[in-house]
């Protein structure tokens, strides 16, 4: 099956914590994305990597990291999470950076209590 | 600021019906937009995409409608039905990242 996979698929944890997400896609995609989408269900892109390199990383507080080893994958850590950082969190993947369709995880679901 | 916008918020039809999405933007430099439908539980899923060159894209029963030159794009779902119910996303792209409106939830009635 080729698609977007996400895990976890929820994760409830205290604040200070640290947690991780990751994100494989078995598309063959270069580009891959994190978005946050909040509780108004706006999704806003957070980090993009093509190939491996970095190629964007939007204004996020430094707590957050993404982490990629090859083009398959993306994981983002969050050190010290926060209850604004409570979202879910999507990942998504592209042929190209300049390809405007993308394709999505299901997402991870962040509660911070 | 929001880049692009998405009107209405909400939206009920009755099955059938036709139902139709806003979406405007403010940078001239888009020149792609792709339409998302996502469920609750499940990311976004491309639905249909238009390009700056051209001012209507048909896939079925979505029909988008573009006029570049009011910086305006609609999105049209015909008989439309329950399973339609979802919240509708308009996105835009140039060399930047994508940037996606706030959406458009849709409840159809039966």
């Known amino acids: 099956e080729t698609a977007v996979f996400q895990t976890p698929n929820y994760h409830v944890t205290q604040v200070g914590n640290e947690v991780s997400f990751n994100c494989k896609q078995t598309l063959g995609h270069d580009t891959m994305y994190w978005y946050k989408q909040d509780s108004k269900k706006l999704l806003k892109i957070m980090f993009s990597y093509n190939n491996k390199q970095l190629i964007v990383n939007e204004t996020v507080p430094r707590r957050f990291s993404p982490q990629s080893s090859d083009k398959a994958h993306l994981n983002l850590r969050i050190k010290s999470v926060e209850p604004e950082d409570s979202a879910v969190y999507l990942c998504?993947?592209?042929?190209?950076?300049?390809?405007?369709?993308?394709?999505f995880g299901p997402g991870t679901r962040l509660t911070v209590l | 600021q929001q880049q692009v916008r998405q009107s209405p918020q909400s939206l009920t039809v009755w099955e059938g019906e036709t139902a139709i999405l806003n979406c405007s933007y403010e940078?001239?430099?888009?020149?792609?937009f792709p339409w998302y439908q996502q469920f609750p539980g499940e990311g976004p899923a491309l639905l249909i995409s238009?390009?700056?060159?051209?001012d209507k894209k048909e896939d079925g029963r979505f029909t988008i409608f573009f006029n570049k030159r009011e910086k305006k794009l609609s999105l049209h779902i015909t008989d439309s039905q329950p399973g339609d119910s979802a919240t509708y996303f308009c996105?835009?792209?140039?060399?930047?990242?994508?940037?996606f409106g706030a959406g458009t939830k849709l409840t159809v009635k039966p």
């Open positions: 998504a993947s592209s042929w190209d950076w300049g390809v405007a369709e993308q394709f």
């Open positions: 996105a835009a792209r140039n060399n930047n990242a994508p940037r």
């Open positions: 238009i390009s700056s060159v051209s």
């Open positions: 940078d001239s430099t888009f020149n792609y």
